[in-house]
């Protein structure tokens, strides 16, 4: 069984930054291949990235290449979303997961499911 915490969503002006963490613990993090994914009110929850276990591949979602970057540290048990050049269409709460499936943009893949956390980008 796997635990995942996000940490490090607010409040932030559109152009601005925020770096996202979510910390693993309860199982082997390095075998678990690790994604975002966001919901905002009344949408679907969406992919927003995803990286393999060993970080040899990353996954964006369209919407979010080129401004968002994500991270791994297995050392540390961690996954991380660097989110530059926000919009106010990113708000939303941002959701880590662990899956071992191949198909890292689908929410199928993923097995366990962090709390999430808000990010709110003011324009």
């Known amino acids: 069984q796997v635990q995942l915490v996000e940490s490090g969503g607010g409040l932030a002006q559109a152009g601005g930054s925020l770096r996202l963490s979510c910390a693993a613990s309860?199982?082997?993090?390095?075998?678990?291949?690790m994604g975002w994914f966001r919901q905002a009110p009344g949408k679907e929850r969406e992919f927003v990235a995803a990286?393999?276990?060993?970080?040899?591949?990353?996954y964006y979602a369209d919407s979010v290449k080129g401004r968002f970057t994500i991270s791994r540290d297995n050392a540390k048990n961690t996954v991380y979303l660097q989110m530059n050049v926000l919009k106010a269409e990113d708000t939303a709460v941002y959701y880590c997961?662990?899956?071992?499936?191949?198909?890292?943009?689908?929410?199928?893949?993923?097995?366990?499911w962090g709390q999430g956390t808000q990010v709110t980008v003011s324009s």
């Open positions: 990286i393999s276990w060993s970080a040899g591949s990353t």
């Open positions: 309860g199982g082997t993090f390095s075998k678990y291949a």
């Open positions: 997961a662990a899956g071992r499936s191949a198909v890292l943009t689908s929410r199928v893949a993923y097995t366990y």
